[in-house]
T-cell receptor, first 114, second 111 residues
Framework: EPEVTQTPSHQVTQMGQEVILRCVPI?????FYWYRQILGQKVEFLVS????????KSEIFDDQFSVERPDGSNFTLKIRSTKLEDSAMYFC????????????FGEGSRLTVL | EDQVTQSPEALRLQEGESSSLNCSYT??????LFWYRQDPGKGPEFLFT???AGEEKEKERLKATLTKKESFLHITAPKPEDSATYLC????????????FGQGTELSVKP
């Protein structure tokens, strides 16, 4: 069964360092998303991406964050200068259709900022 | 402010003991409501889509229903493998495809 894969599964970094989280969406999907979940809190939308552009972003997704689809398979989330409050589980998701709530999520990348 | 609230926060059931989880929402214009299951350390897994009041969807021991203000996830004769956190999410018109999630209900089913 096709699945969304994310790497790394866990990354520990020092405050102020740059982090890149990687995702391989399902191959025939065209819409890509990043969500995050701070421990014990709700899953929160960060950004959606289609046709090499950001479709929508939340207030959380400020200038410290960027997304990219560098090739035909990877989708990345970069955090330029990490803060303690960026510690969370980051989920990549993809979907076949737009405006669908049927998203396929990866297993997540846990980011710990020290 | 658009809000999704789930109750209870945690639910413990004996195997075979049916129950319901609640998701109430206050949003500006509901486009759709979605249920997901999340196992510990994993990403959410899609279960159901509901678009209009009165709609029902079923899958194995789960049935989701929707009214104008809330949704219920009914679990009939649950098994230990149904233990997970169940998440409700809404999508709102004119806000693109983003999902707004509730905090989830952690279900534990004991044999």
């Amino acid at each position: 069964e096709p699945e969304v894969t994310q790497t790394p599964s866990h990354q520990v970094t020092q405050m102020g360092q740059e982090v890149i989280l990687r995702c391989v969406p399902i191959s025939n999907h065209l819409y890509f998303y990043w969500y995050r979940q701070i421990l014990g809190q709700k899953v929160e939308f960060l950004v959606s991406f289609y046709n090499n552009e950001i479709s929508e972003k939340s207030e959380i997704f400020d200038d410290q964050f960027s997304v990219e689809r560098p090739d035909g398979s990877n989708f990345t989330l970069k955090i330029r200068s990490t803060k303690l409050e960026d510690s969370a589980m980051y989920f990549c998701a993809s979907s076949e259709l737009t405006l669908t709530g049927e998203l396929f999520f990866g297993e997540g990348s846990r980011l710990t900022v020290l | 402010e658009d809000q999704v609230t789930q109750s209870p926060e945690a639910l413990r059931l004996q195997e075979g003991e049916s129950s319901s989880l609640n998701c109430s929402y206050t949003v500006s214009g509901l486009r759709g409501l979605f249920w997901y299951r999340q196992d510990p350390g994993k990403g959410p897994e899609f279960l159901f889509t509901l678009y209009s009041a009165g709609e029902e969807k079923e899958k194995e021991r789960l049935k989701a229903t929707l009214t104008k203000k809330e949704s219920f996830l009914h679990i009939t004769a649950p098994k230990p493998e149904d233990s997970a956190t169940y998440l409700c999410a809404v999508q709102i018109y004119n806000q693109g495809g983003k999902l707004i999630f509730g905090q989830g209900t952690e279900l534990s089913v004991k044999p």
